[in-house]
């Protein structure tokens, strides 16, 4: 039991140290060369180049939309403007515009045929049971056609942005912008991508939908604002790139909850004092303005942990090359004893004895490489 415990804290008390052996094998020395190659390509091509590992990032986006629509649209046999059929009328970064309205006028407080709070009393020469609430009740099943002009009208999108790590703050449209051409363009992803106008037609276009369809049964529509800025580049280069999707295109076969809809209510009181209303059930396209994006510059602290990283890496050549040559090629018994030894404080003194004015060198029958005296394992030295 003491030689035991005794054999432990003599291993822990031991050295370990590289030992060079140099393998002249054109097989593993190509494998070697191919690794490193692979691990630098990757770091220079993917880590520094593409995801800019160099640079320290900022995620934390500070961010304002403002929107305004225009147009004008046919429905209900009258002309509707913009405070007809956008809601809400701040001009946030989520709004409607209504292409549907189902209107149902003069409802009073009373009993009438409908499914809501049931009274009890079935009404048989209709069929049906009476309710009580607001009456006359709601029919949307009449047939109404969706105000198509919406195709035509304009959204115009005003984003400002900040990072604040770097203090940098940015429009979407550049400030050298005349109101005449502000007025004039509309926006293009090729030849216009900076202006800020944008026509409903084009946007639902760019989401593959069809104009009539969606103004039918509503729909939600993603506009997302994205910023890549390189700052280490001219601050001018940080534009936005503009995409669009339908957001719910998950639900838009789904028998239930198809589209979008919504009701509103408008309420008056007649010469009695008595409160009516007229209520609006309201299909509409909605816009969700969504902006992302990063921001990043040149610093020291990342650039220097990922070259040690790249460094470090470069060594992976090293431990494959060792696994093939212990494991798999002729000659392994013969590299483990060359890349493996053991040296005691015993055989130290023994040598030291013999020879005292020498450094312990290599045993006889190993050759001595030229670059800094490893050793070298040529393949005569292999075991056939």
Not at 93 to 113: A, D, R, S, W
Not at 269 to 283: I, P, Q, S, V
Not at 348 to 361: D, T, V
């Amino acid at each position: 039991m003491t030689s035991m415990v005794w054999g432990c804290v003599t291993d822990f008390f031991t050295y370990e140290t590289t030992k060079s052996v140099v393998v002249k094998s054109w097989s593993v020395g190509i494998i070697n060369r191919i690794v490193q190659v692979l691990i630098i390509a990757y770091f220079v091509g993917w880590v520094f180049i593409h995801e800019k590992a160099y640079q320290v990032t900022d995620t934390g986006i500070e961010s304002s939309v403002m929107t305004k629509v225009k147009g004008f649209g046919y429905h209900h046999n009258r002309v509707m403007d913009v405070a007809d059929y956008v809601y809400p009328q701040q001009g946030e970064g989520v709004f409607c515009i209504m292409t549907k309205l189902i209107i149902t006028e003069n409802q009073y407080q009373g009993k009438c045929v409908e499914v809501r709070v049931i009274t009890g009393v079935c009404l048989h020469s209709k069929g049906k049971c009476e309710i009580q609430g607001w009456c006359p009740a709601e029919d949307d099943s009449v047939a109404i056609k969706p105000m198509l002009d919406v195709k035509n009208f304009t959204i115009f999108i005003k984003n400002s942005i900040r990072f604040p790590l770097f203090n940098i703050t940015r429009g979407n449209f550049p400030s050298t912008m005349s109101s005449s051409e502000i007025k004039n363009c509309t926006y293009h992803p090729e030849t216009n991508p900076f202006c800020p106008i944008f026509l409903v037609g084009d946007v639902l276009k760019f989401t593959g939908q069809d104009v009539a369809g969606l103004a039918d049964k509503g729909g939600e529509i993603g506009i997302n604002i994205e910023w890549k800025c390189n700052l280490d580049l001219n601050i001018e280069k940080c534009v936005p790139r503009y995409s669009f999707t339908r957001l719910d295109a998950p639900f838009k076969k789904n028998a239930i909850s198809k589209g979008y809809n919504f009701r509103f209510a408008k309420y008056f009181k007649d010469m009695n004092g008595t409160e009516f209303r007229t209520l609006h059930k309201a299909y509409a396209i909605r816009f969700d303005v969504m902006v992302t994006g990063h921001a990043g510059k040149f610093d020291m602290v990342p650039t220097l942990i990922n070259l040690v990283a790249a460094f470090t890496s470069i060594g992976l050549g090293t431990v494959l090359c060792d696994v093939i040559l212990l494991n798999f090629l002729r000659g392994a018994e013969q590299y483990k004893a060359k890349k493996f030894e053991e040296v005691s404080e015993a055989q130290i003194e023994a040598y030291l004895a013999r020879s005292p004015e020498s450094q312990l060198s290599l045993k006889q029958g190993i050759k001595s490489s030229c670059d800094s005296g490893a050793v070298s394992l040529a393949a005569s030295d292999q075991q056939l």
